[in-house]
């Protein structure tokens, strides 16, 4: 019935999209809709005798971490995670693009969730003709495969076949995560949006291992990397960021910093390479190869932008992940900008 009313609440929001946005909301319906119908319960899956036995593992894990996330993290009470998708391909493809001359993100406006600085799509065919409308309008692009995706608590969010591969932090910090932006979202605010949830999901992975395994243990040691990772790697991207947004500031045309902006580029994958041996696990792994552009920096530093504020709030809050996720809910709650602008600065 939630995937109807949901149809009917989309197709209701077609003319406030902009004859632009109509076509594409329709199609992210569809696909929605097929994914929402064609799933099938949990409880299913898990008497499947061909499937096996270490992927049941992973589907209670998934369902031990929601509980977790609910009960001791006050994050929403959904159905997510109680039904099962199979799907052969990467779940969604999602473009990023900035401009060439400035740390600028493109950003999209739609209904109800308002300003977004990225498109998702279910098929590589959307994303790349995207992609290349982007391009021939003048701007730097990022094409990235995401993992999994939230719908605000609007649906409920499958398990992804994809996701029984994965280990046992990356499943939790990933929930967690999702379940976040399902708890609390600020309209128009794209990167607090990810950056609460990124911390969340970091840090709560490492509490619910901490919790479950003991202290100290092998289990709970990946997400603790995971977590140091992400800071080294928040570092480097704020580095970066600073060092290009000085260069952009200079008195001088577009075309020199488009040309300039490459011998940056270059120094800081330089940079990044020196660091490799600090990194504990693969989450970064490849990056010194991957061609830079202010696209690709600004879609990483979306999710890992000064994480210091986070574990500031964290500790003030005596180390209790329910206090963040009930200070952001009763910003949320009151509508109080003057809060919220506070915290970003």
């Not at 994914?35 to 499937?51: G, K, M, N, Y």
């Not at 040691?221 to 992400?230: L, V």
Request: charged share 30%; aromatic share 12%.
């Amino acid at each position: 019935m939630k995937s109807i009313l949901f149809l009917i609440l989309l197709f209701s929001l077609l003319p406030l999209a902009g004859c632009g946005n109509v076509l594409y909301l329709s199609k992210l319906g569809w696909h929605q809709s097929f994914i929402t119908f064609q799933s099938v319960p949990v409880q299913e899956v898990l008497r499947d005798e061909a499937l096996e036995d270490e992927a049941k593992k992973k589907i209670h894990i998934i369902q031990e971490v929601k509980r977790y996330g609910e009960e001791r993290l006050g994050l929403r009470r959904t159905g997510s995670y109680t039904k099962y998708f199979e799907v052969k391909r990467p779940i969604l493809h999602v473009i990023t693009a900035s401009e060439k001359n400035r740390l600028h993100l493109y950003h999209w406006n739609f209904p109800v969730i308002g300003k977004v600085t990225y498109k998702s799509f279910f098929t590589l065919e959307g994303a790349l003709k995207e992609k290349g409308v982007l391009e021939r309008r003048g701007y730097d692009t990022y094409l990235q495969q995401a993992a999994a995706y939230s719908t605000l608590g609007w649906l409920k969010d499958p398990i992804f076949s994809k996701m029984l591969k994965w280990d046992e932090p990356t499943l939790a910090n990933i929930i967690l995560h999702e379940m976040v932006h399902a708890t609390v979202y600020f309209k128009g605010e794209t990167d607090l949006n990810e950056q609460l949830a990124t911390f969340i999901g970091n840090q709560g992975s490492i509490n619910f291992l901490t919790e479950k395994y003991g202290s100290g243990s092998k289990e709970a040691a990946p997400a603790i990397d995971y977590q140091g990772d992400a800071l080294l790697f928040s570092r480097w991207i704020d580095q970066a960021y600073k060092r290009l947004s000085e260069f952009y500031d200079q008195p001088i045309s577009k075309e020199e910093k488009v040309r300039g902006r490459e011998e940056i580029f270059q120094s800081i994958q330089e940079k990044f390479k020196e660091m490799q041996d600090q990194f504990k696990t693969d989450c970064y792994k490849g990056f010194e190869r991957k061609k830079l552009n202010n696209a690709v920096l600004t879609a990483h530093r979306r999710y890992l932008h000064h994480p210091d504020r986070f574990e500031a709030l964290y500790e003030r809050l005596e180390r209790d992940l329910k206090k963040v996720v009930e200070f952001f809910k009763a910003i949320q709650g009151s509508g109080d900008k003057k809060v919220l602008t506070s915290f970003l600065e």
